[in-house]
């Protein structure tokens, strides 16, 4: 009797691994990577934030459109000008691969700087710092600080625009922010 328990436990785990192997529980998606290579041999990739669609959070002392509603940011010292924004992430195609975070500081006291993240599930994350100022061409260049997974051995430069389009009948009129990465991968030894 004790025998047959046994031998009914070892096949019923026997048939749950082969049902689960033979169907999995989750088949994860992974969208390709729209990437355009360039003629130095990196790789340039745009990442799409469409405004206001795309917010998640919008952290800022004393405004009035807080995201979530009702958010209330710390107004102590040390986050009085800190402003902090969440964003869905797009790819050429307008498919959210992923999400983003933008930090932006004015203050002297802890130094100026703006920063993005974004995380890609599929691929990794990239940690990006920005220019203060705007180029006179009205974007916003910046370097990649560092990555993991597949961004880890990874450098490069970001350029942020901000584009208005202007709507007609067919096209709503909407804003939009894209990051535009310009990516190279570490040279490889001579043998």
């Given at each position: 009797?004790?025998?047959?328990?046994?031998?009914g436990i070892?096949l019923?785990?026997?048939?749950?691994?082969?049902l689960?192997?033979?169907?999995?529980?989750?088949?994860?998606?992974?969208e390709?990577?729209?990437?355009?290579?360039?003629?130095?041999?990196g790789?340039?990739?745009?990442?799409?934030i469409?405004?206001p669609?795309?917010?998640?959070?919008?952290?800022l002392?004393?405004?009035?459109?807080?995201?979530?509603?009702?958010?209330?940011?710390?107004g102590?010292?040390?986050?009085g000008?800190l402003?902090?924004?969440?964003?869905?992430?797009?790819?050429?195609?307008?498919?959210v691969?992923?999400?983003a975070?933008r930090?932006a500081?004015?203050?002297?006291?802890?130094?100026p700087?703006?920063?993005?993240v974004?995380?890609?599930?599929a691929?990794?994350?990239?940690?990006?710092q920005?220019?203060?100022?705007a180029?006179?061409?009205g974007?916003?260049?910046?370097?990649?600080?560092?990555?993991?997974?597949d961004f880890e051995?990874?450098?490069g430069?970001?350029?942020?625009?901000f584009?208005?389009e202007?709507?007609n009948e067919?096209?709503?009129a909407?804003e939009?922010?894209?990051?535009?990465?310009?990516?190279?991968?570490?040279?490889?030894?001579e043998e």
């Amino acid at each position: 009797m004790f025998k047959t328990f046994i031998a009914g436990i070892f096949l019923g785990l026997v048939g749950a691994g082969a049902l689960t192997y033979s169907v999995p529980a989750v088949d994860l998606h992974r969208e390709p990577s729209l990437i355009t290579v360039q003629a130095n041999g990196g790789n340039s990739e745009i990442f799409r934030i469409d405004l206001p669609r795309d917010r998640i959070l919008v952290g800022l002392v004393g405004t009035d459109n807080a995201l979530p509603a009702g958010l209330e940011w710390p107004g102590d010292e040390l986050f009085g000008n800190l402003q902090a924004e969440i964003f869905k992430v797009r790819d050429r195609n307008d498919v959210v691969i992923g999400v983003a975070s933008r930090l932006a500081n004015v203050s002297e006291e802890t130094g100026p700087f703006i920063e993005w993240v974004l995380h890609l599930p599929a691929r990794g994350t990239v940690y990006l710092q920005m220019d203060l100022a705007a180029s006179a061409e009205g974007h916003r260049n910046g370097r990649m600080l560092a990555g993991t997974r597949d961004f880890e051995t990874l450098s490069g430069t970001v350029r942020e625009r901000f584009i208005t389009e202007i709507g007609n009948e067919d096209f709503a009129a909407g804003e939009r922010i894209e990051l535009i990465t310009a990516l190279i991968g570490p040279l490889a030894d001579e043998e």
